[in-house]
């Protein structure tokens, strides 16, 4: 069976990533959990939502008067009425005492028709310098908050949809790929509901530096993962002729290794039976895990938790496992090791629903939605290949330590004759990665 073997992967530009994610914590892992799990309380919260959403709210008396914006003919026509109406009340009081109010009448018919008009002007104003101050408070309004309406339906317009586009994710690639990333042809739709897992992978020495981000489905295999990860050693290893395609995943008690390859191993199978054999030995190095600094920073702030026994360990098969098939907790450590003994800490650090703005093509995952951009050291002599040595307390370099490429260390260091003109320095080969 011929073998794989990945290249140094990049992201694609023409698939669309919402924004957002998970609020990083550092020292911190969630509860064991699963796909499965989740996907069900989350979609029982939605429910709950949607009824609460959907209920009746007839009974409560709700005014939107207050929320209308009106023009300037409805506000002065409103305030006209309101002139009019109370002039009518005025003249039409209530007859209490029918022979003296028509007697009251008849005294002051003339007194009112003289003040008649000046009291509906002065009425007519004040209404006309409120409609003018409610206008006014409308326009300040408006422009201090862009009104807009809430509609379930709603649909992102057409420039918003641009702006999304212009802000996809910048190609990190590798100085030394020219690998072009192969548009999918096949369309393979992802089924409502699916949870999307994002899985962060680290570097084989510094073990801090995150080397990969990526979006997987919790419905899609442990394969599918390992075919993603990409590792310097596996370039190395192919060149010198001595690649091996066996590796495994360990996820909580699971050891998953990869055994799709005829040539592969099963490099779990030694561990196991060392965890079988040796059960004391295993307990002392288990308790000795459970209480290092993680341990002590996770209990000073959820509190003591009872001393755990060692897992039961136990294997399947990486390409008979899918993620919901697994239990594992947000923010912890996983193991990833190939190559016979290069290892990779593996953390889940988010688990969310599929969004309307995710890649709905199943045959796109894993999507690679970050990766590390190698840089290699230059020669300091020529300043144009790579560096392969590099010297310390060296006299004749002008810095400490110096970096050389195979021509300039040997023009500087060696004779003709290929020995050496000095050698009160130390040698090191350099290593790229």
């Known amino acids: 069976m011929e073998c794989s073997i990945p ?16 609020i990083y914590v550092p020292n911190m892992v ?15 919260e939605l429910q709950n939502l949607e009824a609460e959403l959907s209920a009746d709210f007839s009974h409560l008396d709700i ?3 207050d929320l209308k914006i009106f023009t300037e003919d409805q506000l002065m026509d409103m305030a006209l009425k309101e002139v009019f109406k109370g002039r009518e009340n005025d003249e039409n009081p209530p007859l209490l005492d029918q022979p003296n109010a028509r007697c009251g009448e008849k005294k002051s018919k003339r007194k009112r028709s ?13 209404k006309v310098e409120q409609v003018v101050r ?36 910048r190609t990190l690639r590798s100085t030394s790929s020219s690998r072009k990333v192969n548009s999918v042809k096949e369309h393979i739709p992802v089924q ?60 909580e008690d699971v050891f998953c290794p990869d055994l799709r390859d005829p040539s592969a191993i099963d490099l779990a199978r030694p561990i ?8 004391e030995e295993a307990q002392k190095k288990w308790e000795y895990i459970i209480t290092g600094e993680l341990q002590k920073k996770q209990k000073a702030i959820m509190g003591e938790q009872s001393a755990s026994q060692l897992p039961h360990f136990r294997s399947i098969e990486m390409q008979k496992l899918r993620f919901c098939d697994l239990s594992f907790r947000l923010g912890a450590g996983y193991l990833y090791c190939h190559q016979g003994n290069c290892t990779h800490t593996l953390v889940i650090r988010d688990m969310r629903l599929i969004h309307p703005d995710d890649v709905h093509n199943r045959a796109l995952y894993p999507i690679i939605t970050f990766q590390l951009k190698l840089r290699f050291q230059k020669c300091t002599v020529c300043k144009i290949f790579r560096a392969t040595k590099i010297t310390v307390d060296d006299k004749w370099t002008p810095e400490n330590p110096c970096y050389f490429c195979d021509e300039c260390f040997s023009l500087l260091h060696q004779a003709e004759d290929g020995t050496a003109l000095y050698t009160d320095f130390v040698e090191y080969d350099y290593n790229h990665d």
Not at 7 to 22: F, H, K, N, Q, Y
Not at 136 to 165: C, G, M
Not at 208 to 220: A, C, D, P, T
């Open 7 to 22: 290249e140094v992967a990049e992201c694609d530009l023409s698939i669309p990533i919402p924004r957002g994610g998970p």
């Open 30 to 44: 969630g509860p064991s959990t699963r796909v499965s799990h989740f996907q069900t309380s989350l979609l029982s």
């Open 63 to 65: 005014s939107v008067d």
């Open 114 to 126: 003289g003040t008649n008009n000046s009291g509906l002007d002065n009425d007519c104003i004040e």
């Open 134 to 169: 409610i206008k006014q408070k409308q326009e300040e309004d408006k422009a201090a908050v862009k009104l807009h309406s809430f509609n379930p339906d709603f649909k992102i317009n057409e420039a918003a949809h641009k702006s999304t586009k212009t802000e996809r994710m």
């Open 192 to 251: 409502y509901p699916e949870v999307i897992l994002s899985v962060e992978v680290y570097h084989n020495v510094r073990k801090g530096s995150k080397i990969q981000e990526l979006l997987v489905l919790g419905g899609q295999m442990l394969t599918a993962l390992r075919d993603k990860i990409f590792c310097s050693t596996d370039q190395v290893m192919h060149k010198a002729g001595q690649h091996d395609p066996s590796g495994y995943f360990l996820i």
């Open 272 to 279: 196991l039976d060392w965890l079988q054999n040796s059960k």
